[in-house]
């Protein structure tokens, strides 16, 4: 069965790198996400990304979050400086042109800012 | 205001039993989606309901949705040991392409 995939599966960084996580969604979808998840927590809507450009975005992805998808397959998510909040799970998920329905999600990328 | 509240937050049972999750939201929905999370893994579909749907079933799963008391439920009967995890409700409005999760509960089934 298709599967989104996320690389890394896990991220160090020091507080103000620039980090970049990226996504393959299932080749045939058209609509591509990032979802977070702060340990324990909710899963959090970060973005959603349709026809080359953004569609929704939430208060969480701010100027400091940008999303790009550079080829015809990757789908990436890039956090300009980041702070020790940013630590969390970041989760991409793709689905199909239907309205609606259910999303496909990664294993994710967990990201630790020391 | 929160969007998708499940209740309990964690439930804790004996293999063969029925575990009952509870999802309550506050606005307008097209669809109401369930999804299972096992520890530190992605989030995996498991069954989507319509608001003109009043219930599901799939295998051992069963949802019910109540649009007027905007509450949904997801109960798995002869639980296993396997159905361990995290247990999301997730809503679709007809306004936007995302799903807003809630809290989640945590289902542990004991062998």
């Known amino acids: 069965e298709p599967e989104v995939t996320q690389t890394p599966s896990h991220q160090v960084t020091q507080m103000g790198q620039e980090v970049i996580l990226r996504c393959v969604p299932i080749s045939n979808h058209l609509y591509f996400y990032w979802y977070r998840q702060i340990l324990g927590q909710k899963v959090e809507f970060l973005v959603s990304f349709y026809n080359n450009e953004i569609s929704e975005k939430s208060e969480i992805f701010d100027d400091q979050f940008s999303v790009e998808r550079p080829d015809g397959s990757n789908f990436t998510l890039k956090i300009r400086s980041t702070k020790l909040e940013d630590s969390a799970m970041y989760f991409c998920a793709s689905r199909t042109r239907a309205t609606n329905e259910k999303l496909f999600f990664g294993s994710g990328t967990q990201l630790s800012v020391l | 205001s929160q969007q998708g509240e499940e209740d309990p937050q964690a439930l804790s049972i004996q293999e063969g039993e029925n575990a009952t999750m509870n999802c309550s939201y506050k606005?307008?929905?097209?669809?109401l989606q369930w999804y299972r999370q096992n520890s530190g893994r992605g989030l995996v579909h498991l069954i989507l309901i319509r608001s003109n749907e009043r219930e599901k079933h799939s295998g051992r799963l069963r949802v019910t949705l109540d649009t007027s008391k905007k509450s949904s439920s997801l109960l798995i009967t002869a639980s296993r040991a396997a159905d361990t995890a995290s247990y999301f409700c997730a809503t679709a409005t007809n306004a936007g392409n995302m799903l807003t999760f809630g809290g989640g509960t945590r289902l542990m089934v004991k062998p």
């Open positions: 606005t307008s929905i097209n669809n």
